[in-house]
């Protein structure tokens, strides 16, 4: 990853917490897909590759996020579908993604819910970080 941007797991007492810093929303909604991936352990199937398209608009920034993220637990649990690849783009409190995925082929870890827990996304010296907590 570049420098400046990336993601962490950081403590959390009852469910987990992920850290996420970038240079811009786009790329921090892009990173936390990654890292909610990343800590449930999701691995894909080789074959059919997907690709869906999302379009989401929220009362702001935090709100968009949670429903960005929501949508990709939600095609995991109802369609068993997992992406890899991420192309977001954002312009206010609107999001269009395309997501580039495959049948999960498997899944160490369930997330239960994107929280609101404690959600804020801060401007820093190098773009925007937060910390999001996942209920499991």
């Known amino acids: ?5 990336g993601f962490e ?3 959390h007492t009852a469910d987990w917490a992920l850290k996420v810093w970038a240079p811009n929303h786009a790329e921090l909604f892009h990173l936390a897909a990654v890292g909610m991936n990343t800590l449930a352990e999701v691995r894909l199937a080789p074959e059919p590759r997907v690709e869906e398209h999302l379009e989401l608009s929220a009362i702001d920034i935090e709100s ?3 429903a960005f993220l929501t ?5 995991g649990e109802e369609q068993n579908l997992g992406f890899d690849r991420f ?3 954002i312009e206010g409190f609107s999001l269009q993604a395309d997501l580039f995925g495959a049948p999960i082929a498997s899944r160490k870890k369930e997330i ?7 959600l804020a996304i801060q401007r820093t010296d190098t773009g925007v970080q937060v910390v999001i907590v996942f209920d499991v």
């Open 87 to 89: 192309e977001v783009s």
């Open 112 to 118: 239960k819910a994107v929280t609101y827990h404690n």
């Open 9 to 11: 797991e950081v403590e």
């Open 71 to 75: 949508e990709i637990v939600l095609f």
């Open 64 to 66: 968009l996020l949670v």
């Open 1 to 5: 990853m570049p420098a400046g941007q």
